[in-house]
């Protein structure tokens, strides 16, 4: 049946289709394997579980949506949102990763292209610009604004590579709907309308959800439940460096007053005062 969904998509686009396929399932394969095999120390069991539950999430979430265009592209019920979760958590690196793999996925279950360029850059680039939501909590210490400020990063980093996608896939297959003039006038300005109608209401619902997670404060329960032991150990000794640092900084900051600093010969300073030791003090009857 899978390779039959080839085929046809085959006839709408171009043959080579069902070969960027079995490319993709190698590729999704092979960077399994890599991770079983070299990613043993990085990849803990925790870590693999979460990645593979908030792919699924979203892979099965990419099935609810609505399809307004005929050549590709659609409008998920935040099928974004639990990738998004799992890159703000564990950074950029395990995002761009996370995203590729779901992009291969979201190719496996509905593959469309024109050129294998088209692959690299809707199934590729697009879903790896996931990644990018690893820079949202080194934004500020606010979590809904970092995770909406992260979102439209994501979103916006989609959409040019969609854009230019689109670009490559108009010129080459001339494909056309009825337009005004002006929108007709190359296929930049076509895949950009092209592009407006789909992925900024599918922005607008991964924004509003993940603003109520973090309003609500469940984005943080997540983190907590997702945060691994050893990040968390490597949180907290950069807290204590931190202290300890700042506190080593204001001490050597503490000068002493300029009265203390020149003192006439023969004076002791007040610390040295202090530092000798304290004479016991005889007490001597008032009647002797």
């Known amino acids: 049946m899978f390779l039959n969904s080839l085929l046809e998509v085959s006839e709408k686009t171009t043959d080579i289709v069902m070969w960027v396929s079995v490319g993709a399932c190698v590729l ?8 079983c095999i070299k990613g043993k120390k990085h990849y803990d ?3 693999i579980a979460f990645a593979g539950i908030c792919l699924g999430v979203s892979v099965a979430l990419s099935f609810a949506k609505v399809s307004p265009l005929m050549y590709g592209g659609s409008i998920t019920f935040a099928s974004f949102v639990p990738v998004l979760i799992y890159t703000y958590v564990y950074g950029l690196a395990d995002g761009f990763l996370v995203g590729i793999i779901f992009g291969l996925l979201n190719f496996i279950t509905g593959p ?14 697009a879903f790896a610009s996931i990644g990018l939501m690893g820079f949202a909590r080194k934004f500020t210490k606010k979590a809904t604004f970092n995770v909406v400020l992260g979102t439209l990063l994501v979103y916006v ?3 040019i590579f969609h854009l230019i996608s689109g670009v490559i896939y108009f010129n080459e297959n001339a494909i056309w709907v009825e337009l005004p003039g002006w929108a007709l006038s190359n296929a930049f300005v076509y895949s950009f309308i092209y592009q407006c109608v789909y992925i ?11 603003y109520l997670l973090a309003k609500f404060n469940v984005l ?5 439940i997702i945060t691994p032991a050893w990040m968390k150990k490597k949180a ?5 460096a931190l202290v300890t640092e700042g506190a080593s900084e204001e001490l050597s900051e503490v000068e002493l ?3 203390q600093a020149q003192l006439p010969e023969g004076v002791q300073p007040v610390t040295e005062i202090f530092e000798e030791e304290k004479q016991p003090v005889s007490k001597t009857d008032p009647n002797e």
Not at 220 to 224: I, S
Request: glycine content about 4%.
């Open 112 to 125: 469309y292209i024109l050129t294998p360029a088209t692959f690299i850059l809707d199934y590729v680039l």
């Open 236 to 240: 907290k000794a950069g807290e204590t």
């Open 45 to 47: 069991a925790k870590h």
């Open 200 to 210: 900024p209401a599918d922005c607008a619902i991964s924004l509003v959800a993940m």
């Open 157 to 159: 980093a989609r959409f």
């Open 257 to 259: 007053p300029a009265e």
């Open 28 to 35: 999704l394969f092979g960077i399994i394997a890599v991770i």
């Open 220 to 224: 943080d329960m997540l983190v907590k």
